[in-house]
């Protein structure tokens, strides 16, 4: 029953999904949208990487070299991967909680969520990083003296701390959520008899996500590219691998060093790209019709 | 016999006193018309009673029930209540349907099918069954407002409020609103209406209260408040609305 329940409450957040015939024949022409925007996004990359052979076959470089380091590129681009699969949801559930923190009536939690705020988006990333890596570090170590463990650990630490910087913007975002769903919305949701727990999951939160789902996804594109922050604590992530290869290209040919970097690019603007498409599809999935601006 | 009984009620925000000690008495079935200038605090007696804002002071019984108290939950009390606003509040999120529905799935506890049918036949009422997949934002303010009268009703409330329901409206829309009214005023709904409209007031109402700063100045019947108001503040009012 209570597992019932929790299901129906997520089906609410993106209401349009069942609400009617017509609402299924919207979910269909926005998962059809995706598809072909992702195959968009896939269809720019895969002309980078021609573009990266043909330069090869004019023998402005050895082709050869592209090849090769694709791999190894490979390898840094699952890492990556995971390392988004952690921090975007991460950020987002911090952002979330403190971003509700900061609207309630308590006192002590809306501190907390400031503080919070403050703290995490005041200081540098990178700052964070290398903070959380080595305290935890020290810490393992004084406890276990495994320092495998403790390398594990602190590298995971690392991610954790990045995710507690997104989550610091995205407090914020969440919060303008909140902030811009009118008072009347309350006041009516109260008069028909709904707890402010059901007043918040109702009629709250779906439309305080209408207006922050945009700025999210522009949240989840830019920490996507600052998970390359943390291979200074030691992550060999896409970034990383790319670096490591660039001193024997340099010596062998310069244009090498640009081919690294191009490639690169196209790997990270693939995942970019589907992140924030994702973001997009849900957006159409919360629009209201007749509320949105017409169409182009 | 009383639904609404009101003793003494006070409220203020901050310096600002905008309630000074008003008793009031409605009758099961009656509709009582509040008018009076702007500011005088007759939105704030109208959220007083459904417990939007706890009075500082005083107290409101619904069928002999002291609801400002600590034993009653609010949820309670504004389940036996309907209100509707000048500025509609439909969630916008959320089709006229599933505006209608979500109280009775929500608060009620119908299950999706009751509810269903039970909002369509509310929709019916007001006569807007043919727009219940409609958004709010894909209605006239006219619509907006008997769906906003409709999602109210959905609760078999014992008491609806109305604060200046036509108000916002444009003047071509106000009559549909009205007459909704005035059919939920012969069905014998008990009404507290503050309201701008002499003439919806002068046919439907049972008694008038004159309000003015925080307090009943007058309160009786449309002839005696329209035709021979016993106050000169009464008398400046009604002469000034109806010229």
Request: glycine letters at 8%; proline letters at 4%.
């Amino acid at each position: 029953m209570v597992q019932r329940r929790w299901l129906e409450s997520l089906k609410t957040w993106v209401p349009r999904w069942r609400s009617s015939v017509t609402g299924r024949a919207d979910f269909q022409r926005n998962a059809t949208r995706f598809v072909l925007r992702v195959l968009a996004g896939l269809g720019i990359t895969a002309l980078g990487f021609g573009l990266v052979i043909w330069l090869g076959t004019l023998r402005y470089y050895n082709l050869g070299y592209a090849e090769s380091i694709l791999p190894g590129l490979g390898q840094g681009f699952l890492v990556t991967i995971r390392l988004v699969a952690v921090v975007i949801p991460l950020g987002f559930a911090l952002g979330f909680l403190f971003g509700w923190a900061r609207t309630t009536r308590s006192l002590i939690l809306r501190g907390l969520g400031a503080a919070y705020v403050e703290v995490f988006r005041g200081l540098p990333p990178i700052v964070l990083i290398f903070f959380s890596y080595l305290i935890t570090t020290l810490a393992i170590l004084n406890i276990s003296k495994n320092p495998f463990i403790a390398g594990d650990v602190a590298l995971w630490m690392g991610a954790i701390a990045l995710s507690l910087h997104s989550g610091a913007y995205q407090t914020e975002i969440i919060r303008a959520g909140i902030l811009s769903v009118p008072t009347g919305q309350i006041e009516a949701a109260d008069s028909v008899g709904l707890s402010r727990w059901q007043t918040m999951f109702r009629v709250t939160l779906p439309q305080a996500f209408r207006v922050s789902l945009p700025p999210l996804g522009n949240e989840f594109a830019s920490v996507i590219k600052d998970t390359s922050l943390l291979n200074i604590i030691g992550w060999l992530d896409l970034a990383q691998i790319g670096l490591l290869q660039v001193p024997a290209a340099l010596k062998a040919d310069f244009n090498l060093v640009f081919i690294i970097w191009i490639e690169i690019a196209l790997l990270y603007f693939v995942l970019t790209f589907v992140v924030t498409k994702v973001v997009r599809f849900v957006e159409n999935a919360y629009k209201v019709p007749g509320l949105e601006a017409a169409e182009l | 016999m009383t639904m609404v009984r009101i003793r003494g009620l006070h409220k203020s925000f901050g310096s600002l006193h905008v309630l000074r000690g008003v008793d009031l008495d409605v009758n099961r079935g009656d509709v009582l018309c509040i008018i009076g200038p702007s500011g005088s605090g007759k939105s704030t007696l109208l959220r007083c009673t459904n417990l939007l804002i706890y009075p500082d002071q005083g107290d409101i019984f619904i069928e002999d029930v002291k609801v400002n108290s600590r034993e009653v939950r609010p949820e309670w009390v504004r389940q036996q209540i309907g209100m509707v606003f000048q500025q509609f509040n439909l969630f916008t999120h959320l089709t006229a349907l599933r505006n209608v529905m979500l109280g009775l799935v929500r608060v009620k506890g119908m299950d999706a099918a009751a509810a269903r049918s039970k909002a369509e036949f509310e929709l019916e009422r007001v006569g807007l069954a043919e727009k219940k997949d409609a958004y709010p934002a894909q209605l006239s303010g006219g619509q907006q407002q008997r769906v906003a009268i409709a999602r109210a009703l959905a609760m078999d409330p014992k008491v609806m409020l109305f604060d200046e329901p036509t108000s916002a409206l444009d003047p071509e829309y106000i009559h549909e609103v009205l007459d909704v009214m005035k059919r939920l005023a012969e069905e014998g709904m008990t009404m507290m209406v503050v309201t701008h409209e002499m003439g919806f007031a002068k046919e439907v109402a049972d008694s008038i209260i004159f309000f003015n700063q925080g307090q009943i100045v007058e309160r009786g019947s449309p002839e005696e408040i329209f035709d021979r108001p016993g106050h000169e503040r009464t008398k400046a009012f009604v002469g000034k609305i109806l010229r």
